[in-house]
């Protein structure tokens, strides 16, 4: 038991929860707390010095909890869950979806930058672009699925290619994180509105950011100064919700087929939409193995009479 590896269902009760520093407490408590004590000022002065990017943590030197805005029990347990089904390095968590995009979007443009986005976008996103990024000199390219081969003769003809920046790009958002991992496709990043299945009791909003170690440093410092983060009672209501995520996401895919008016097409690469819908034919969802350069994983919108089983017409 002890050298098998386990999934990350199974990793969900317990991984990266000590009882012991929670008088043996089972499942990790609420810690609603602002701020935490150090045995000492020069130990509180240790602690904000790495927070605030003074120095580097020394070897064997053990961190411990500042304030909320920071680092969290809660927080932190959850971000090291959430690694888990991506396989990410590491993880920030937010108050909701659309703090999680911004502050993102934030830390990594600067005026001049151009960021190249996919069409369509979920409403707040395409606000938060188009209206909010604009005011700070960020100029902003959309593209659709269909010109997605086009698109490196498209970016060269707008004169802009050596600005762009950041490529974002929306999928459906019931998909992760457990039936599709952008990280593995070449994503530097994925964002999740962890309000939908994540979350899945229509109780929370939330959101999560994921990638590597140097990236999530640079998304945590952001978040620390725009103060975004998720609470410590957001934190406990996602723990609880991932202990059930597999299970409500399998049941939710099995079900689906059943309101879905007729079967539908589906293409050669859908392995998990087809795993996750046993005996049914699924939508084209993903396809394009690899982003980085040439072809990018988009969202196929659904054609006219394609829900009825009709085939799509290109
Ligand atoms: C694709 C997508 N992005 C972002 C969001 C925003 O997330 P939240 O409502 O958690 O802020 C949503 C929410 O519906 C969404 O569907």
């Not at 009791?201 to 975004?228: Q, Y």
């Amino acid at each position: 038991m002890n050298d098998r590896k386990m999934h990350p269902e199974s990793l969900m009760m317990s991984y990266g929860y000590k009882p012991e520093l929670s008088e043996g407490a089972v499942k990790c408590p609420i810690f609603q707390t602002s701020t935490f004590v150090f045995k000492s000022a020069e130990e509180g002065k240790a602690f904000f010095e790495v927070a605030y990017g003074l120095r580097e943590k020394r070897e064997k030197e053990e961190l411990g909890l500042i304030y909320s805005r920071l680092n969290n029990p809660d927080l932190q347990i959850l971000e090291e869950r959430l690694c888990l089904w991506d396989e990410a390095e590491e993880c920030a968590v937010f108050e909701s979806g659309m703090s999680a995009i911004s502050t993102a979007l934030l830390e990594f443009l600067s005026p001049g930058d151009v960021l190249l986005f996919s069409n369509p976008l979920y409403g707040g996103t395409d606000h938060f672009i188009k209206q909010t990024l604009t005011r700070f000199g960020i100029e902003v390219m959309g593209f659709y699925p269909w010109e997605q081969d086009q698109l490196p003769e498209l970016v060269a003809a707008s004169g802009k290619a050596d600005r762009i920046r950041m490529i974002y790009v929306e999928t459906p958002t019931y998909m992760g994180p457990l039936w599709q991992h952008p990280l593995k496709l070449g994503a530097d990043l994925v964002l999740y509105s962890a309000t939908k299945y994540i979350g899945g009791h229509s109780d929370v909003i939330a959101g999560a950011c994921l990638g590597s170690h140097e990236l999530i440093a640079r998304v945590k410092g952001m978040r620390t100064f725009l103060g975004c983060m998720a609470g410590p009672w957001t934190g406990w209501l996602l723990l609880r919700s991932l202990e059930t995520l597999k299970a409500r996401m399998d049941i939710q895919a099995e079900g689906g087929p059943c309101v879905l008016p007729g079967s539908i097409g589906c293409g050669p690469r859908q392995g998990h939409l087809r795993r996750a819908m046993p005996g049914r034919r699924c939508h084209a969802l993903l396809h394009g193995e690899g982003w980085r350069g040439r072809s990018l994983p988009l969202p196929q919108p659904f054609e006219a009479g394609e829900a009825r089983g009709e085939p799509r017409k290109h």
